[in-house]
């Protein structure tokens, strides 16, 4: 039988493999400036970075700012002996509709061949709300110190082409007008791409392209502190974000992104400075960056994309494991084949069938009851506070709580069916079930088949090793406790993955992550407590503990002045309307609801400038009358059976934005701006449109031309919004007892202006 000597083994285990996994989310120590020239300094890469955002304010493309950014990166790139080129020209990218001024900052490490490129990339261009730190002021200072590393290194066999990309925050416009434009982009054969979603946390790798195996094993060799994770990836490809790296994907570029994501309530807002950007995290992005810069800058690139896509989670930070997919289906039966007879062997003298009966209750019994746990849980933790949807700053009596509650799960059901379920019983029933879901992934996920494969083959090994051992008291023991193990550090390793999508009011999906551990503890836990008598006592303790948990998390503030809420204070006025309303607005709708009780803000139904309606923070004030858009619309055109509208806009002078929002039902299908496609309704994009809308930043003074071709003939009505600074004199009533815990996110402080029109115009037949 079965029998461990005390089941604390199994929470020391548990315990070791949690602190491993830790290391997986924390970052590395950063190098001091003394360092030597091969190796990355985040000191250094720090010190370039303080010197680009001296002023610690917004530099948001086409921003006089933005191009005082832009004087000191080519400053930066010429002291290290390169010559900088700018790539200066007006852009629009048709998959997110937005267009902007450009101005790419480029420079070439020639190499010994010069026939293959690699890119590494980040942009220097900020949000509106923060200057931009972490996102990714960053990847841009890691890149410039890697610069001035490469500029005396050995010329490698390819080129390094350095680009720090203007306007990635306004919809990747930088990169797509390099990747259509630039002829050096001709020669490019692998991307490395630094990103931030935070402002700490380790540099994970997130995506690459398809074909992936080539790349995936020249991550695993090169990188002293490997990150990464497919099912991250597979979770990425589900989520709407981009980076620049999506543009060179979608051209067939292999490539790695890199990024850190914790620390997100810092991400775009106003204290995504350099004082709230961990060092550890810079550290980790310019060691990634360096490692592979130097594997792609030897290599043959133009053949590193592989026929196969690989399966990969990395160990502790310390190893990479990867698998090539289309081994999976055939492993997953190997391996599953070989536990069962293991099962079989060690236990055919005590298995009979009629065991199985009450373990048919008993696992699903487990397993519903801890994800219930974590759903009950998700209120006090996660619903009656008021939080972040990503991330609290004080996680560690949350996590606690789900752990307890996992514990209290597992005794109660031992309490319920121990003598009723054997130990061999519920071994059969729990690997069978990992074997199915083994075999599921590999038909459905197969680049996550790592989840059943991993403890299949540590279970595996430890069988053989049981096997060699002369004396056999507990049949299994080193397969149950290997297999264990495995199963603990997957169950952690998602568990903690999952602070980065989700905050503790969606416990349940966080719970969840313990069910593979839970299965495979139990037949051990079972043969232990086989002959011992039971009581409900410790689920009373458990459940205290729990409950007290709880309670020290209520407590806990959800958020900080280093983590805070978003919370911005803007102005917005509807033409023909009297009065305009100052607005606290925030993106995540958590606002400080005493705040704005105390200053008279209520729920008022505004205008949402996106031919919608909104329920936002407001009081209303007298309007500005601030400036609008002129709009002419010329005579309707039918051309190829769609209707072509032109449209001319004069803008107000010095507008840093405006926005167009044009109805799904107008059946738009493709939109000029000056000349330029903007937009193309039939590329497929992450992002699910319930409207379109064309967005231009920093469009300048003269007037502009718009050009829509759509298959509805109208009339239908579309909406226009132009921002203008906010007024100091309006705000400053209400900035006196700002909270601590309120920073400006996204957008920022600002003064709109929203207009409606109506597009009417009866259509022109062909050669009227």
């Not at 490395?192 to 195996?213: C, D, I, K, Q």
């Not at 990867?322 to 536990?339: A, E």
């Not at 009297?578 to 105390?598: F, Q, T």
Request: charged content about 20%.
């Amino acid at each position: 039988m079965l029998k461990l000597r005390h089941p604390l083994s199994l929470l020391v285990i548990s315990l070791l493999v949690m602190l491993g996994v830790l290391r997986s989310y924390s970052t590395p120590e950063p190098v001091g400036a003394d360092a030597p020239d091969v190796v990355f300094s985040a000191i250094r890469a720090e010190a370039i970075l303080g010197d680009l955002l001296q002023e610690g304010l917004p530099h948001v493309s086409g921003s006089p700012l933005n191009a005082v950014v832009r004087d000191r990166v080519v400053a930066q790139l010429e002291l290290s002996g390169y010559e900088a080129e700018v790539q200066s020209r007006f852009h629009c990218n048709a998959e997110f509709g937005s267009c902007s001024p450009v101005e790419n900052i480029i420079a070439i490490k020639a190499g010994s061949e010069n026939k293959h490129a690699v890119l590494i990339t980040a942009h220097y261009d900020s949000g509106w709300a923060g200057p931009g730190a972490a996102d990714d002021g960053a990847g841009m200072a890691a890149i410039l110190e890697i610069a001035r590393m490469t500029a005396d290194f050995p010329p490698f066999k390819n080129d390094i082409i350095f680009l720090i990309s203007d306007s990635e925050e306004n919809g990747l416009i930088g990169a797509d007008a390099f990747a259509e434009h630039h002829p050096l982009f001709e020669k490019v054969k692998a991307v490395v791409n630094l990103e931030a979603r935070g402002a700490s946390g380790p540099s994970g790798m997130f995506e690459t392209g398809e074909g992936n195996r080539s790349i995936i094993r020249m991550f695993s060799k090169n990188v002293d502190r490997p990150v990464g994770s497919s099912l991250i990836y597979e979770i990425y490809k589900t989520m709407p974000n981009d980076t620049d790296y999506s543009v060179y994907k979608r051209k067939g570029v292999m490539g790695v992104n890199f990024a850190f994501a914790q620390g997100v309530p810092v991400y775009h807002s106003a204290i995504d400075d350099i004082e709230h950007l961990d060092l550890g995290s810079l550290q980790h992005h310019g060691d990634n960056a360096w490692g592979m810069l130097k594997v792609l800058g030897e290599r043959n690139i133009a053949a590193i994309v592989s026929r196969e896509d690989a399966g990969y989670i990395d160990v502790f930070a310390s190893r990479l494991i990867h698998y090539p997919v289309s081994i999976t289906t055939g492993l997953d039966i190997f391996l599953g084949v070989l536990v069962m007879i293991a099962i079989f062997v060690a236990f055919r003298n005590e298995f009979r069938f009629r065991q199985l009966r009450w373990g048919l209750l008993a696992i699903p019994f487990l397993l519903i009851s801890i994800v219930v746990g974590g759903y009950l849980l998700s209120w006090p933790l996660g619903r009656w506070p008021d939080l972040h949807p990503l991330e609290h700053p004080h996680p560690w009596a949350g996590r606690l709580a789900l752990i307890l509650m996992l514990g209290l799960a597992g005794y109660t059901t031992l309490k319920l069916f121990s003598g009723r379920v054997s130990a061999c019983a519920w071994m059969i029933m729990a690997w069978a079930m990992i074997f199915a879901l083994g075999m599921t992934l590999t038909s459905k996920l197969p680049s996550a088949s790592h989840i059943a494969l991993l403890p299949l083959g540590m279970f595996t090994l430890g069988s053989g090793i049981d096997l060699f051992r002369r004396k056999s008291p507990a049949p299994l023991l080193f397969a149950s406790l290997l297999g264990f193990a495995s199963a603990a550090f997957l169950s952690f390793y998602h568990f903690f993955m999952l602070d980065v999508v989700m905050n503790f009011d969606q416990s349940h999906i966080k719970m969840a992550m313990f069910w593979l551990v839970a299965l495979v503890a139990m037949p051990m836990l079972l043969a232990f407590v086989k002959d011992l008598e039971l009581t409900w006592q410790p689920v009373r303790w458990l459940l205290v503990a729990v409950l007290a948990t709880c309670l020290v998390h209520l407590f806990l503030p959800g958020y900080t002045a280093d983590r805070p809420r978003d919370m911005t204070l803007m102005y917005s006025e509807v033409e023909g309307e009297d009065n305009g309303h100052l607005v606290l607005e925030s993106i995540y709708r958590r606002h400080d609801k005493s705040y704005a009780k105390s200053h008279a803000f209520e729920m008022t139904e505004l205008n949402s400038g996106q031919l919608g309606r909104v329920t936002r923070p407001a009081r209303a004030v007298a309007a500005l009358g601030l400036p609008g858009v002129m709009l002419q619309e010329a005579e309707t055109r039918i051309e190829d059976d769609l209707y072509v509208r032109e449209l001319s806009l004069d803008l107000p002078e010095g507008t840093p934005l405006l926005r167009l929002t044009i109805p799904l039902e107008s059946g738009l299908t493709r939109a000029w701006v000056n000349g330029e496609l903007a937009l193309d309704t039939s590329i497929e994009t992450k992002h699910r449109r319930n409207r379109y809308r064309l967005q231009l930043i920093h469009p300048g003074n003269g007037p502009v031309s718009v050009r829509l071709e759509s298959s509805a003939a109208g009339p239908y009505k579309i909406a226009a919004v132009t921002w203008h600074d906010l007024p100091a004199i309006l705000i400053s009533p209400f900035m006196g007892n700002w909270p601590d815990n309120a920073q400006p996110f996204m957008y920022g402080p600002r003064a709109e202006k929203i207009q409606d029109f109506t597009l009417q115009q009866e259509p022109v037949a062909p050669g009227r």
